[in-house]
C-alpha cells in the first residue's frame, strides 16, 4: 500500500527526483513586477506595490481593509493588540497549531488557554469552547472572567488547519455571548471560504501568512484584514513605527511596531495573487486525485468540512495508529516523497506545558495519526 502510494505519488508530480511538500510556483508576473520595483529603487518600506497589494487582497478576501506586514506571526501579534489583549490577559486557542499562533500570544505577556478542534474541520470545536466557557468562566461588567486564574479571557483564536474553515459562524456566536473577540488565524486559508465568505472576515481580524510554503508567497510577509474602519486605521500606524504622516518631521505618538512589508516583497505578491484562482483551481484538481486513489485504500484522505470550499494547502491523510504513521512517515521519507506528521500539540511544548486546557480528546488522536503529503500545483 505504501509502495502504491510512492509510486502514484511519483507518477502525479510526474518525477522520480525528491517531492517537496509545498514548493511555491511562478507562473505570471512575478519577474515584470520585481524588474519594476528595482528600477523606481523603492525597494523597501513604502511603494506603489504595498498599497496595491494591500488593496487586491481587500478586494479577493471581501474585506474593508487589508494592512501589509512582515509576516504572518506579525500580523497574528497586531490582530491581537486590536483585540484589546494585553499583558496578563488569556487568549483561548487550539493546541493543534503551528507555534505562531502561540508565540504571537505570548509576545504580548498574555496566556493561551487550549480548546479541543472539532472532528470534521480540525479548527476549534464550538461545542468544546462553549463548554470550557460555561464550566470555567463568568462574564463581569461585561469582561470574561476565568474564575480560577481571576483572569480576562479577551481573546479566541481559532485556526483554518491546512486550508479547511473551522466552523467559524458557530465560534462567532459562542464569542459574542461571552464578549470575546475573534482573531481569524487564516495563514493558511487564503481562499478557503465559509458558507460562501471568505475564512478571516468572520471575526474582527483576521491574519494571513504569504510564507514560502504557504498558498501564494512574497517570500516573506502577512496580511492583516478587518471590516473595522478605526481597528484598520489603528493596525496600519502600530505596523508602520506610530509615524504621525507629515513631509519632514519626525513625530510618533506611542510605542509602534516596523512590521511593514517591504515594497518588493509585495511586488511578488501582486504576481501571484493574480494567479491565485488559477493556483486554487489546480489545487482541487490534485485534491480530487488523492480522494481518488485513497477511496480504496485502509488510509483515510481528509476531505475537510462539507460547509466550506477549501484551498487544500496541505493536503492530509490519516493513519491507523501511532505505529502506523511512523512506518508511513519513514517508508515515504526515505523513498524522496516529503510527508511530514501534523504538529505536536502546543500544550506538549515546554513553554505551554502549565497552559489550562479543556478535553483534548480529539486533538490528540489527530497528533498520532495525521500527516500531509506533497501538495504542491500540479500543472
Ligand atoms: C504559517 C503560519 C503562521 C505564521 O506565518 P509566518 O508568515 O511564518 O509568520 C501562523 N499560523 C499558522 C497556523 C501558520 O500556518
Known amino acids: 500500500m505504501y509502495q502504491e502510494f510512492i509510486s502514484f505519488t511519483k507518477k502525479t508530480f510526474n518525477t522520480e527526483a525528491f517531492i517537496p511538500l509545498h514548493a511555491p510556483i511562478f507562473l505570471g508576473n512575478e519577474k515584470k513586477y520585481l524588474n519594476e520595483c528595482i528600477d523606481s529603487t523603492f525597494v523597501s518600506s513604502v511603494g506603489k506595490f504595498v498599497d496595491q497589494f494591500e488593496a487586491d487582497v481587500a478586494k479577493f478576501t471581501g474585506a474593508k481593509h487589508a494592512i501589509a506586514t512582515s509576516n504572518g506571526t506579525s500580523a497574528l501579534h497586531i490582530g491581537l493588540l486590536m483585540a484589546g489583549v494585553s499583558k496578563e490577559d488569556e487568549v483561548i486557542t487550539q493546541p493543534l497549531t503551528f507555534i505562531a499562533t502561540c ?24 461545542e468544546k469552547l462553549e463548554y470550557f466557557l460555561v464550566n470555567n468562566t463568568e462574564v463581569i461588567n461585561g469582561e470574561c472572567i476565568n474564575k ?9 483564536v481559532p485556526m483554518h488547519t491546512f486550508g479547511f474553515s473551522a466552523n467559524i459562524e458557530e465560534l462567532v456566536s459562542v464569542c459574542n455571548r461571552y464578549n470575546i473577540k475573534v482573531v481569524e488565524d487564516a495563514a493558511e486559508s487564503l481562499g478557503s471560504s465559509y458558507k460562501g465568505q471568505h475564512t478571516g472576515t468572520y471575526g474582527l481580524v483576521g491574519a494571513f ?97 462539507k460547509d466550506s470550499n477549501s484551498n487544500y494547502w496541505l493536503n492530509a491523510v490519516m ?31 515546554t513553554m505551554f506545558k502549565n497552559a489550562q486546557t479543556g478535553n483534548l480528546d480529539n486533538a490528540e488522536w489527530f497528533e498520532d495519526r495525521i500527516v500531509n503529503i506533497p501538495s504542491s500545483v500540479i500543472i
Open 148 to 156: 480560577s486564574t481571576k483572569r480576562k479571557i479577551k481573546a479566541v
Open 103 to 126: 508565540n504571537a500570544i505570548s509576545y504580548i505577556g498574555a496566556y493561551p488557554i487550549f480548546v479541543d478542534v472539532d472532528k470534521e474541520t480540525l479548527g476549534l470545536s464550538p
Open 319 to 349: 493513519l491507523e495508529n501511532l505505529e502506523a504513521r511512523n512506518y508511513f512517515l519513514k517508508e515515504t521519507n526515505e523513498a524522496g516523497v516529503m510527508t511530514r506528521p501534523i504538529w505536536k500539540l502546543m500544550n506538549t511544548l
Open 209 to 305: 501568512s504569504f510564507n514560502g510554503n504557504k498558498t501564494i508567497t512574497t517570500g516573506g510577509g502577512g496580511m492583516l484584514i478587518t471590516n473595522d474602519d478605526a481597528i484598520a486605521k489603528k493596525a496600519k500606524h502600530i505596523t508602520t513605527t506610530a509615524k504621525i504622516p507629515h513631509p519632514w518631521d519626525y513625530e510618533h505618538d506611542m510605542i509602534g511596531f516596523n512590521y511593514r512589508l517591504p515594497n518588493i516583497n509585495a511586488a511578488l505578491g501582486c504576481a501571484q495573487l493574480e494567479k491565485l484562482p488559477y493556483i486554487l483551481e489546480r489545487k482541487k484538481v490534485l485534491s480530487n486525485k488523492y480522494d481518488t486513489f485513497f477511496k480504496d485504500k485502509s488510509i483515510e484522505y481528509l476531505r475537510g468540512p
